[in-house]
């Protein structure tokens, strides 16, 4: 009787022993993040084309900071991103020199505040608004 009792209670007592150690779940937070590093060429802002060449955002990961330029001006502020890929720039500051065409900066000063989240699509940058439309559209620059 003792020894079956015994050998009932082993398994429940050698159970109590057992510590449950937590194993990380793998995340990819950092390294997308770390994949928004860098400068983009702004193929497309407020759903038209971006047909100016030197149309760059750039993203400095370490410090949160953004810069834009258009060829002219430089847009440039702070930014966060988070979990499931959000993303909000905060309110920019501008140079302030007058430009021959200052439309597509304007246009990108207005929609910046409306970028929600991206995500990657092949070498594009998509950034979207709050339902989920493209607001900005970018391809990676070459280092």
Not at 124 to 137: F, K, P, Y
Request: with cysteine; glycine share 6%; charged share 20%.
């Amino acid at each position: 009787m003792k020894m079956k009792l015994l050998s009932l209670l082993f398994p429940v007592l050698l159970g109590a022993c057992v510590v449950p150690i937590p194993i990380p779940l793998p995340s990819n937070t950092a390294a997308t993040a770390q994949a928004l590093e860098g400068d983009w060429q702004i193929t497309e802002a407020a759903g038209r084309p971006v047909n100016v060449a030197d149309a760059v955002l750039s993203f400095h990961q370490a410090d949160k900071r953004f810069s834009a330029t258009t060829g002219c001006n430089t847009l440039f502020g702070g930014y966060t991103d988070g979990t499931n890929n959000t993303l909000r720039f905060d309110e920019a500051a501008s140079t302030m020199m007058a430009c021959p065409d200052m439309e597509t900066e304007q246009r990108l000063a207005n929609i910046l505040p409306q970028v929600r989240a991206y995500r990657f699509n092949g070498n594009n940058l998509e950034m979207t608004d709050s339902r989920g439309a493209i607001v900005i559209r970018g391809v990676r620059k070459d280092k």
